[in-house]
């Protein structure tokens, strides 16, 4: 327990520098969203949502960070009775920002967002399972987590072992 907090002090610590050290490019462009694979939902990765009534999980493969800092994914939602649906989304970790780039519905497939925005992933709650993403493997503070691959190692690891060094 004591080396838990140890970590996660640490962890704060590096965090505060790291803003202090990246701030808001402010000629920073949105380079265009490849567009999503496949809906897959065998082997997502579970997300912690308790007061939600759908199940949600990040699709491994589909897990990357773009040349413009943005960590892109796949996160499948399913309900009690069993419907899939999928959103293609991004987080910008240094502005604490996401965005929906596509939404997969049964019938009709992957179906591009017109004129998507950035919104805060505090603001709403719609952007819930979004904010979980962020937190739990994402973003490390302000900054984009190291690689793809952390991003998945985190996600799967339980709260106090996440963002340690493997």
């Known amino acids: 327990m004591r080396r838990s907090l140890v970590a996660l002090a640490l ?9 202090q050290l990246n701030p808001v490019d402010p000629d920073w ?3 265009e969203a490849p567009p999503p694979g496949a809906l897959v939902v065998d082997g997502a990765i579970p997300l ?11 699709a491994p493969a589909s897990v990357s960070i773009g040349a413009d800092g943005i960590v892109r994914y796949v996160v499948v ?3 009690a009775s ?15 920002e996401f965005k929906v780039y596509a939404r997969h519905n049964p019938g009709s497939g992957w179906v591009i967002a017109k004129d998507a925005q950035w919104k805060s992933l505090h603001e709403t709650h719609v952007s ?6 962020a937190r739990t493997g994402a973003c490390i503070g302000h900054g984009t987590n190291q690689t793809a691959s952390a991003i998945l190692r985190d996600l799967r690891r339980p709260a106090d072992r996440r ?4």
């Open 48 to 58: 912690e949502m308790p007061r939600s009534l759908l199940r949600f999980g990040v």
């Open 163 to 166: 963002f340690e060094q493997p």
């Open 77 to 79: 939602a399913t309900s």
């Open 82 to 96: 069993g419907a899939v649906n999928g959103l293609y989304e991004g987080i910008r970790c240094n502005t604490g």
């Open 11 to 19: 962890t704060a610590c590096a965090l505060a520098s790291h803003a």
């Open 128 to 133: 819930a399972h979004s904010l979980a993403i």
């Open 29 to 31: 462009k949105e380079v």
